[in-house]
Structures are given as C-alpha cells and as structure tokens.
C-alpha cells in the first residue's frame, strides 16, 4: 500500500512538472540601438523557482536593470493557474538579427532552458516614434484619427576630441556633451568608457556645469558638458574608442492635456578614431618619455656657508604634459659632503589641456670641510609635440663657499657627583 502510494506521489509531480510552460522573449519584435525594452521570461504551471533567474551583459546586449519579478494566480472553475513573470530593461547594441540565448530555469529539482529570442534592431530609436504615434483616447468619436501636433523634443549625446592625431604620450581630452531641447531630469552612464592603449584620468567639472546654446543640423540645443576625460596614449598606432550609452530620463513629448511625459530614453555617443604617431627615432639626451612643455630650474637658500653647517638644494620642473613619464632625479655625489634623501612634492591637475603643475626636490646638503663647492647642472629631455622635436634643457651650476668653521674649546662640565664630562664632538643629523 506504502509503494502505491509513493508510485502515485512520483506520478502527480511528473504530471504537475510536465505542465510547466516557459517563454522568453522581448516587449517588442523591432528595435533601435538607442532603444530600452524588457526581456522577459514567462512560467506559467505549478511548482517553484528555486534559484532567480541570472542575465549578464554580452556584446549583443547590455543590461541595465532587472529582474523585476511579478507573480499572477487565476482561477477558473475551480482550477488554479500560476505564472510569474521575470523582466530586465536591456539595449541592443548594435544592428541587425539579436539573438539572446536561452537561459537555465531550476524548478523544483529539474532543470528547463528557455527559447532563444529573437529582435530585429536598427539604427536610432523605434519605439520612441511608436509611442509618439500612440492615438487619442478621443480617436473613437472622430471618423479619421485625431493627430494633436506635438512638439518633438530631441536628446542627443556626444564624444568630441580635441585632437583625433597626436603622438604617443600626447594628451588627449575627450569631452562629452548632452544636447536637449527639453528638461532633464537625470542622466547616468550605463557603463564606464573602455579605452584601450590610453593611461587615463578623469577631469573634474562644475555640478551643475552652464548651458551654451549651439546649432546642430539646423536645430537649436541646450548643450552641457558632462564628462570630461584626459587620455595619453602609451603605444602607436590607430586607436578606436567604442561608442558610450547614456540613460537619460527627460520630457520628449505632452499628451493630448498638455502635460509632459517623462520618458527613460537611451542615447550613444559617436565612436572615435585617433591616429598615435611614433615619437621621430633621434631622441637626444636623457629622454625617458615626457611630452609636452615644460621649464627647469635649480637654487640653493644660501651661497656661503659654515662647515658642517647644512643648506637646501631645490630643483623643480614645471609646465604642461605627462608628468608621470618624468622619472626621480638623482644627485651625484659631491666631494666631502653628506647628502640626505630628497624630500619630493608635486602639485600636478588634470585641465583641458593635459598636466598642468610642477614637481619638486629638495636635498638637504651639509659639507664637512672647508672648500669652493660646485653643484653640477641638471640635464632635463622631452619631446614637444607642437613643434614636433626634442628638446633639451638644463639648469646652471651653483657655486658655494664653504668657510672654515671656529675652533671648539674643550669644556668641563661636573656633575654633583664630582665626575666629569668631557664634550669631545658634536653630530648634528639631518632629516
């Protein structure tokens, strides 16, 4: 009776399993680049979910939010019917016949994938002019539709280069623009920009960064810089920057009232190529990478010193460039002098025209004997790219006299114990 039992339990759950039914597909069978749409996979049957759904991100789509989960139960003549609903908001990222692949269900113990779905995607936007061509809600007392002319505000987003050709360590800044003729509400980057064969850094901008009115196509635009990057390329050759997505909530229409609707709408800058040039092969000097502009000088806080008394030598660079190629100096060794390590400080910010700021080493320096010092000249090269040629630049030696110092008397010193203390030397250390 036992094992009857228990073949019949096996039974019913096949049954109830084998009524399972799964569908994937998009909210929508065509599509723009620019285009946000739900993907979403349908159960409908009994038993559950036991592990939530996983969508990753591929090069045919990317995903922005989700799932958003939804659970619906009819019943009808007293049978019950469950399904539950999974939605991502995602975006084609490029043209033609997509094909997102079928993913894994766990339900209960078994195991069910998906259909593969299919959508067609063009270049732009189409479901934003399908919502636009939406009919009235009076077209029924009307013998034709009724068309409300609406104003059709246009979102634009762009990447501008200041230079689409430079050399390699030759900053480039590039700048990202949100065009509008609408209010904006909020905007964010779906994902980072990738920029291969570049070193990158951001450049801060206001919060709340001014409009300039500019003139695209004919069209007048609210244009606000959003983003601003400053890349140095580390290698030649013909460097590719991807396309960037932007989600953008803002007004694009009003309905039949009047009032505005607010839509979440996803807009692509344009890709950009940059040509990197090789440095020209008759580098000079000590190159060690540094391009751009810069100056070089040297002082010390005194010309006449004391023995065994100390001084500061300063040496400092300044000017425009990759001031992360400029690599630490060294001081050579002077005859009859101890030589402390430098302290080192920099001031450097990234602007729209690359580094901009200057480097700084200090040695404290104390000689030991009587003697005119020299300090060597320091030898400095980079490449500007503006002229397209090395240079070489180079501080003047500094000359330092160093007097003789006064002779110390032997001092007693006793104590109240009676022992005494002789002062043999003094040793000062400089840090």
């Known amino acids: 009776m036992v094992k009857r039992l228990f073949l019949i339990l096996i039974f019913i759950n096949q049954i109830c399993f084998a009524d399972v039914k799964i569908n994937a597909f998009f909210s929508s069978e065509k599509a723009g680049t620019e285009d946000v749409l739900d993907f979403i996979i349908k159960i409908e049957g009994e038993g559950e979910v036991s592990e939530t759904p996983y969508l990753s991100s591929s090069q045919d789509f990317q995903v922005l939010s989700g799932p958003s989960i939804s659970t619906s139960v009819q019943i009808v003549n007293f049978n019950m019917k469950k399904s539950v609903e999974y939605r991502w908001k995602v975006n084609p990222k490029r043209e033609g016949l997509l094909i997102m692949p079928s993913l894994e269900i766990k339900i209960g113990r078994n195991v069910y994938k998906t259909n593969e779905a299919k959508l067609q995607v063009e270049k732009g936007s189409l479901l934003q002019n399908q919502r636009r061509q939406i009919p009235s809600i009076f077209d029924d007392f009307f013998e034709e539709p009724r068309r409300v002319p609406q104003r059709e505000a246009e979102i634009r987003v762009q990447a501008v280069p200041n230079k689409t050709e430079c050399f390699v360590g030759e900053p480039v800044v590039i700048t990202y623009n949100l065009l509008t003729q ?239 203390i002789k002062e043999i030397a003094k040793d000062i250390g400089y840090i």
């Open 182 to 420: 609408t209010s904006i509400q909020n905007i964010s980057l779906t994902e980072p920009p990738v920029y291969d064969g570049f070193w990158v850094e951001n450049i801060e901008i206001p919060e709340r960064p001014e409009a300039k009115i500019v003139e695209i196509d004919g069209k007048q635009f609210y244009s606000y810089t959003i983003k601003k990057d400053l890349l140095f390329p580390n290698s030649e050759g013909i460097k590719r920057i991807k396309e960037v997505s932007f989600q953008i909530q803002g007004i694009t229409s009003r309905d039949f009232f009047g009032f505005p609707q607010i839509e979440n709408v996803l807009r692509k800058t344009n890709p950009i190529t940059i040509n990197v040039k090789p440095l020209p092969e008759a580098k000079i000097g000590n190159f060690q990478g540094a391009v751009g502009k810069f100056e070089i000088s040297s002082k010390v806080d005194k010309l006449e010193v004391v023995e065994g008394e100390a001084f500061t030598l300063t040496l400092k660079i300044s000017g425009k460039g990759n001031f992360k190629n400029i690599k630490d100096f060294e001081l050579k060794d002077i005859p009859l002098c101890k030589i402390y390590p430098p302290k080192i400080e920099e001031k450097i910010k990234a602007t729209s025209e690359g580094y901009e700021g200057y480097k700084i080493w200090e040695w404290v320096i104390v000689p030991e004997e009587k003697q005119s010092l020299k300090i060597p000249e320091f030898l400095f090269t980079y490449f500007d790219p503006y002229k397209e040629s090395f240079n070489e630049i180079k501080t003047q030696s500094l000359n330092i006299f160093i007097k003789k110092g006064k002779e110390k008397k032997e001092e007693k010193v006793f104590m109240a114990e009676g022992r005494e």
